[in-house]
């Protein structure tokens, strides 16, 4: 670790960090979510924490466990994560979304469990707010914003798209479907573009593929 940056490279910088999935109530008992695990943004918090900067992470339901010392908020829903990164965002000097935010929310949630009737069901979802687009569109105190792009083809092209589109000044794309990478894996690769450039981080473990990012 020292081998990429200096202790106290951060210090004095608050670093903020969405991790896992989102959840989204269909009825009390079911939910549409995702297959992300929490991984890569816990083991980003725990890479930005190693710089000295103070690190806030907005958790949706996730296993993994964070060091002493890290800011926890945790949500279940789209939602409630955007307002709760809305709450705390002021003072943050860095955004990274690592979460695998719900794009769509069903539109209605049923007070009561959806009882089996016919032979086919249908949802109707409305899209839920984009996080990292809402924080990357702040006019005050916006922070140095990083997204992901979770990409099962056409990466670079659809990442830089996202990139430009969102206004975001750094992305780590992912392949997602493959296996040993990405969503509920222990390993992950990235590319990563900014404005004018690009970096490959190589197939490691997340800790480590974390620890270049924050590099
Ligand atoms: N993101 C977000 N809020 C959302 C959806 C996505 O903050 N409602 C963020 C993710 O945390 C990630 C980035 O946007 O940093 C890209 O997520 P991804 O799912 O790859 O892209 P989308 O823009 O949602 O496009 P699509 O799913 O159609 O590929
Ligand atoms: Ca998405």
């Given at each position: ?26 009825d ?8 992300s ?13 190693k710089t ?9 339901p ?31 000097d ?9 794009d769509y ?29 809402a924080v ?21 092209e ?17 392949w ?11 390993s ?15 197939q490691?473990?997340k ?6 990012l924050?590099?």
């Amino acid at each position: 670790l020292s081998e990429l940056y200096s202790p106290g490279a951060l210090q004095g910088c608050t670093v903020m960090i969405t991790a896992g999935p989102t959840r989204e109530a269909i009825d009390p008992v079911r939910f549409i979510s995702n297959r992300s695990s929490g991984k890569m943004g816990f083991e980003l918090a725990a890479a930005a924490q190693k710089t000295g900067a103070r690190v806030i992470v907005i958790a949706g339901p996730s296993g993994e466990f964070l060091a002493a010392g890290i800011e926890r908020w945790d949500v279940e829903t789209a939602q409630q994560m955007y307002e709760t990164v809305m709450q705390h965002i002021e003072d943050c000097d860095i955004f990274i979304g690592a979460a695998a935010v719900a794009d769509y929310r069903p539109a209605t949630r049923s007070a009561e469990k959806i009882k089996k009737k016919e032979t086919a069901l249908t949802l109707r979802l409305v899209r839920n707010p984009d996080i990292v687009q809402a924080v990357a569109a702040l006019d005050q105190g916006r922070p140095f914003t990083v997204g992901f792009a979770a990409e099962t083809h056409r990466l670079k092209e659809h990442a830089e798209h996202k990139r430009c589109h969102k206004q975001l000044d750094m992305i780590a794309a992912n392949w997602v479907g493959r296996p040993g990478l990405g969503f509920d894996s222990t390993s992950n690769a990235l590319e990563v573009f900014w404005e004018g450039g690009h970096v490959s981080i190589a197939q490691a473990t997340k800790a480590q593929v974390a620890r270049h990012l924050i590099e």
